[in-house]
């Protein structure tokens, strides 16, 4: 299934999330929502080009304000309203997906490269057996991270 948004898992020193995180998605839509709005109130209204202002010149006195009509608009609520449902239960859903595959397969690699010190290792016994295991340490995370 295609998305028309992505996300990124991201580790914190206590916990998973995303990033850009579920509110800052649904301020990008309702930004997009808000400059679509904007965009059809400012089309000009057929009453007001040329071939009709003798006809509607002491009609029409105040044009419909197209943007104030949608926004109040109970379909567009409940609408926008269903956008940010949908948006907030997906992220709901990956997070879940997260939490069961990818937090438990993937933290230790996180942790371990937070807490590596490449100084300290620089600094370490140089016996070749420490350094195969840290080399197989790493040859292991790679096979994980490319399931």
Not at 41 to 53: A, H, K, L, S
Not at 112 to 137: G, L, P, V, Y
């Amino acid at each position: 299934k295609d998305g028309l948004f992505e996300t990124t898992v991201q580790f914190t020193s206590t916990s998973t999330g995303f990033y850009p995180p579920c509110p800052d998605i649904q301020k990008m839509i309702s930004s997009v929502i808000d400059a679509l709005v904007g965009t059809v109130n400012g089309v000009q209204r057929i009453v007001y080009t040329r071939p009709f202002t003798e006809h509607v010149l002491g009609v029409v006195k105040d044009a419909p304000n197209v943007q104030q009509i949608v926004r109040n608009s109970r379909s567009f609520k409940q609408i926008c309203d269903a956008i940010n449902v949908k948006i907030s239960g997906d992220f709901d859903l990956a997070e879940s997906y997260v939490h069961q595959h990818i937090t438990t397969q993937f933290r230790d690699i996180y942790d371990d490269t937070k807490n590596w010190n490449f100084e300290k290792f620089k600094r370490a016994d140089s016996k070749f057996s420490k350094f195969k295991s840290e080399m197989e340490r790493v040859k292991d995370y790679e096979e994980k991270l490319d399931k």
